[in-house]
């Protein structure tokens, strides 16, 4: 079975900061990728998802992720992060019709 | 359009009670899904079914059942709760890979 691994449980930056949080996953077939976003009191939204093609995705609100396959990580990135992008952002994997999550990342920008 | 929709919101148990979760979409989607939300943990898989009729378990299904008699509805059933159930659990569909969540449902037993 698939894990899906985030290294940084709790993140804090300063607004315009940049942002990178790690994820990373075993599982040795092809995979689709996908970061989700928990906004406080809210379910999760779909940030960008990875099929296939260029490897450096682009989603909304200014996030890209970028697919290292020799590294078995799809890393989420924003150059200059905003307060209202305090949330809990999971990445998750998806191996035949089973999506596994990682165990999130607690971010907090402080204004 | 209400996507997906979860009854109820919140539940309180007490050990050894039963109850069941219901989750209804509007989509038509044929991929539904059971997950649980622990602090830390993200969300783990219970249970999901790729269309009417069909369920396999996920990643933590022991103390759950489900149910996919229609296409529009999986019901997710405790039968007999015990507190390490304690969770937020949430539903959600799929189309194109991607996840459609309902909005949790609180459940604590005590």
């Known amino acids: 079975a698939q894990s899906v691994s985030q290294h940084n449980h709790h993140v804090i930056l300063s607004e315009a900061a940049s942002l990178e949080l790690g994820c990373n996953y075993s599982?040795?077939?092809?995979?689709?990728l996908f970061w989700y976003v928990q906004y406080p009191g809210q379910h999760l939204q779909l940030l960008l998802k990875?099929?296939?093609?260029?490897?450096l995705v682009k989603g909304i609100k200014g996030f890209e992720a970028e697919f290292i396959k020799s590294k078995f990580s799809f890393n989420l990135r924003k150059p200059s992060v905003q307060w209202s992008d305090t949330a809990e952002y999971f990445c998750?994997?998806?191996?035949?019709?089973?999506?596994?999550f990682g165990g999130g990342t607690r971010l907090m920008v402080k204004p | 359009n209400a996507g997906v929709t979860q009854t109820p919101k919140f539940r309180v148990l007490k050990t050894g009670q039963s109850m069941t979760l219901l989750c209804a979409q509007d989509?038509?989607?044929?991929?539904m899904y059971w997950y649980r939300q622990d602090p830390g943990m993200g969300l783990r898989l219970i249970h999901y079914?790729?269309?009417?009729?069909?369920?396999a378990k996920g990643e933590v299904p022991d103390g759950y059942n489900v149910s996919r008699l229609k296409k529009q509805n999986f019901l997710l059933g405790l039968e007999s709760a015990a507190p390490s159930q304690t969770s937020v659990y949430f539903c959600?569909?799929?189309?194109?890979?991607?996840?459609?969540f309902g909005e949790g449902s609180r459940l604590t037993v005590l």
């Open positions: 959600a569909s799929r189309l194109n890979g991607e996840l459609f």
């Open positions: 599982y040795g077939g092809t995979v689709n």
């Open positions: 990875y099929f296939s093609g260029d490897p």
């Open positions: 998750a994997v998806e191996a035949g019709n089973m999506l596994t």
């Open positions: 989509m038509n989607h044929e991929y």
């Open positions: 079914s790729v269309g009417e009729g069909t369920t």
